[in-house]
């Protein structure tokens, strides 16, 4: 809601410099309306995926004056699925930007918005029935877990032990272990232990506190999530455990981009699975619409390893996340 | 007055109801045998420690929601109020740093005290004046209390001012003769809510007004200001443990404290408190907290249960702990 009225008041503020004469404008100046649809800032990832989205607006609003952006957050998949149907029923939506709640609950009414003959972008999760979308941008969740794991095969030498921590029971968390796995289960290197923390920094604590109490030796941690990375290393500082060589997250959240620019020796590097995707997914619908730029097809980011390097690439200090 | 107030007391044959007493206790200590036999690393001191001064921000909040619960009340918004006043708290100090330095850490405890009592106020005038159940009040302030944090933190974490990061970090790590501070923490908050329930005029009060408010209210009890100050007692026990909280993880985001209502009051009953009110078992709250710490450490620790069934078991586990409990303390 607060979000929509900021886009009006931007909207309006680009009609009234445009034309002098206030809301009748409207409608002509803007020629085609995107709709974005996307889960509220209830953790750290989403809550880049907001902020990403309302800068992406901002931008492409400047840009393209005749293209209307309008965000909307959703704090469950009902609620989605509500703001969904309020989206399509006040607005000629030429496209809609959707990263999906939960799969399957969501394509049907996505479907009903396709029917209209709007422009479907899916991120991050896709639907159950593909033909629906014309456009999908995701993250490779399998390369996360994959790229991480052949990093640290290389720099174990193939063998020691570690322990895992799982996110939230859902397909993205399914994934980043399967392509993990299916790299580690090639080397010599043994999984001691693997429990879900949901996500979570407390969780993450305790847990790791409990692997550090089970344990004697450990040689290297993964969290699926950066954010559960913090809670991680402040349980092994605490326990002042040294022999545990590497301790590395994934996502690219900022506070592990800051640690990996300064060159730390423990968790030296991240994999992206960026929320910035959505506004990669919205200067792609924009696109669409406002250059001659077919856009139909799917967009897949890579997960490269972030390295001192390229860090700079992946850091965004305003962001939440 | 005070007579009326003693004859509402359940004061039953003294005997049989001390088993029921230490029925928490006794459950607490079966499932410690069980994770020493489980697992030998159960036992180690690091481990215990581990285990215990974790389990402080739930028995903390437990003292003031045994309070709430006794006088016949329930506060869902307990979760969501910790992760506000972790909010507030972290603002407050980072704004205080340039001018106060390591001061700002006190300041901003006091702080956090003072906005945690009037959340816990709040609660208690809505619903006393306004009239209205407490689960539907509390459920309210919970969206509340949630939707300011998140706001708060935009949706990412919320990290406490790096200097004040060293100075602040031992409250939660640092100990005294090898006890941890949290642990002492919890060990004065439980003293002094025994002492205000067991031995001053207002204890006897909560658990006269949440057995039965009419004839609290026919003996001259002012039952609204008996709960109101229940509510009060339980944001400032909110407050403390924000306290403890903050120099952990040194964070606030939009989970933090997700949840933690349910478990604040499976400690409270578990430990023997009555939900309905009337019967209120102090240092059973805190060996509800400990056994539900545990039981989540047991379960890490043995090999036994595969990751997607934990939480199972530990559902389980409650249930069988009440179940022992009503059957040692019915005969």
């Known amino acids: 809601m607060k979000i929509r009225m900021r886009g009006l008041a931007l909207l309006s503020a680009a009609v009234v410099a445009g034309t002098l004469c206030g809301s009748p404008a409207f409608a002509q100046d803007k020629e085609f309306t995107i709709a974005v649809s996307i889960p509220a800032a209830t953790h750290g990832w989403t809550g880049g995926v907001v902020y990403h989205a309302q800068e992406a607006e901002k931008q492409i609003e400047a840009a393209y004056p005749n293209i209307d952006v309008i965000v909307s957050t959703a704090s469950s998949a009902t609620a989605q699925v509500s703001s969904l149907e309020d989206l399509s029923a006040t607005n000629e939506l030429d496209a809609l930007v959707i990263l999906p709640f939960t799969s399957e609950e969501l394509t049907g009414p996505v479907e009903q918005v396709a029917s209209n003959g709007t422009f479907i972008t899916v991120v991050d999760r896709g639907l159950t029935d593909p033909s629906i979308q014309d456009l999908y941008v995701a993250g490779d969740n399998i390369a996360v877990g994959a790229n991480t794991a052949k990093w640290l095969v290389e720099k174990l030498g193939g063998k020691g032990e570690i322990v895992v921590l799982r996110g939230i029971p859902t397909v993205i968390d399914d994934e980043r272990i399967q392509g993990f796995k299916e790299v580690i289960d090639q080397s010599d290197i043994k999984i001691l232990d693997m429990q879900y923390a949901n996500w979570n920094q407390d969780e993450a604590f305790t847990l790791m506190q409990d692997y550090l109490a089970q344990y004697p030796h450990i040689d290297a941690v993964w969290a699926n999530d950066d954010d559960m990375l913090l809670g991680v290393l402040e349980a092994v500082d605490q326990a002042g455990r040294e022999e545990i060589k590497y301790a590395l997250g994934g996502n690219g959240m900022k506070q592990v981009i800051e640690m990996v620019k300064a060159g730390d020796e423990r968790t030296p590097i991240s994999t992206p699975y960026p929320p910035s995707m959505i506004a990669s997914a919205l200067y792609m619908t924009a696109a669409q619409f406002a250059g001659q730029a077919p856009m139909r097809g799917s967009f897949k980011l890579d997960a490269p390893l972030i390295t001192p390097e390229n860090a700079d690439q992946f850091y965004f200090p305003g962001s939440p996340f | ?331």
């Open chain 2, 1 to 331: 007055m005070s007579s009326a107030e003693i004859a509402v007391l359940p004061e039953r044959e003294g005997f049989k109801i001390r088993w029921g007493d230490l029925a928490p206790f006794i459950a607490l200590a079966v499932i410690v045998l069980l994770g020493t036999l489980i697992n030998s690393n159960f036992m180690s001191a690091n481990n215990i420690l581990n285990v215990i001064t974790r389990s402080a921000f739930i028995a903390i909040i437990g003292v003031g929601a045994t309070f709430v619960v006794a006088t016949g009340g329930l506060d869902l918004s307990i979760g969501s109020m910790l992760a506000f006043v972790v909010g507030i708290m972290i603002l407050a100090m980072n704004a205080l740093v340039p001018s106060l330095g390591a001061w700002a850490i006190p300041v901003g405890a006091l702080v956090a005290l003072v906005v945690g009592s009037l959340c816990g106020l709040m609660n208690g005038l809505i619903i006393t004046v306004g009239r209205i159940e407490p689960f539907i009040v509390t459920l309210g302030t919970m969206g509340i209390f949630r939707a300011f944090i998140t706001y708060m933190t935009d949706g990412g974490s919320l990290s406490i001012d790096r200097s004040l990061r060293t100075a602040y970090r031992p409250v939660y790590f640092g100990d005294l003769f090898g006890i941890p501070f949290p642990v002492l923490i919890t060990l004065v908050i439980a003293f002094l809510g025994a002492f205000i329930l067991y031995r001053t005029k207002y204890g006897r009060r909560v658990t006269a007004v949440g057995s039965n408010s009419d004839v609290a209210r026919f003996s001259g009890v002012h039952v609204g200001r008996v709960r109101t100050m229940a509510f009060v007692i339980q944001g400032f026990c909110v407050a403390v443990a924000a306290i403890c909280y903050v120099p952990r993880l040194g964070a606030a985001t939009p989970t933090t404290g997700q949840l933690w209502e349910l478990q604040v009051i499976t400690a409270v009953v578990i430990g023997g408190t009555l939900l309905r009110g009337g019967k209120a078992h102090i240092w059973g709250t805190v060996a509800g907290a400990l056994m539900l710490e545990v039981i989540a450490n047991v379960m890490v620790l043995s090999d036994m249960v595969s990751e997607y069934l934990v939480a199972a078991v530990q559902g389980a586990i409650i249930i069988i702990a009440m179940l022992a409990h009503r059957f040692t303390s019915s005969r």
